[in-house]
């Protein structure tokens, strides 16, 4: 298991990705470009992001088109659902037990 | 291991981009204000100038046809005005806000608006051309309240409220059709710039 000490998941060190999945925790779905839009970074570096939490199975992803063009929509799986409650969960104690 | 200071920021990131993608926080009370103040003009002038105030279902005004064109005309433009002013003050705020205006929660409040407020339209030219032209005051109010409620899923809390308020006046205004422009002033106008003073002071100060 990717899970530090702490109780804190290695996939979301990156505020992208934490950010990614928070998106898709309030969100039915959503595709690539408003993703883009709200976390303000580079296709690449947002698909490689991507990738990375589609590896650990935390999010799915349906490839469809609009016309010519790609459109790529993400969501989020049960087991991404639960570890990014557990996650705040993990957040909430250490922020308490620091104060 | 990250300080406290980290678990904070990481807290406010996600409570930002849930808000921010669940939520278009773009409008303004400002809109709202304005909004209130043309409806209320429109309503002045459709009353003293075109001497519109229905007071029965089949209002058929005091003579000429021309008039009642003349304050579906002025309707219309109160309406554009509004809206137009809402579209802008909205596109200025994102800008400042370094958003998109049009994104995917906007595209998502739009539909979920279109849907009441393209059926009380298409209701509304039904019942006209019937000549229930007293009923049309009602459900604009019934209508804009319903997109009302249904928007505020989507934006600020307190529009649910607002589609609420204009829902019960619209209620009212159907039982007491005789004072049906004066709810409709109230509605539309007060009612606006009291919720566009609200959310001034709460969130743009």
Known sequence: M?????GLHKAFDSRIR????????VNEWIDFN???EYLDVTDGNLASHLKALEKEEFISVEKSFIGKKPNTKYSLTKAGRKAFVDH???????IKTQK | MKDEKDYNRDIAEIRSMMERSSKFMSLTGWAGIMAGVYALAGAFIAWKVFDFNPDQIQYTGSGSNS???NVFLLAGLVLVLAVGTAIFDSYLKSKKRGEKAWNAISRKLLTNISAPLLVGGILILILISNGLTGLVIPLTLIFYGLALYNAGNFTYSVVKTLGIVQMTLGLI?????EYELLIWAVGFGLV???YGIYMHYKYER
Do not use: M, N
């Open chain 1, 34 to 36: 408003s993703l883009k």
């Open chain 1, 2 to 6: 990717k899970i530090s000490i702490s």
């Open chain 2, 173 to 177: 205004s159907c039982y007491f059709i």
């Open chain 1, 88 to 94: 705040l969960i993990a957040l909430e104690e250490l």
């Open chain 2, 67 to 69: 008039g009642f064109l």
């Open chain 1, 18 to 25: 934490l950010g990614i999945v928070s998106i898709l925790a």
């Open chain 2, 192 to 194: 606006h710039i009291v």
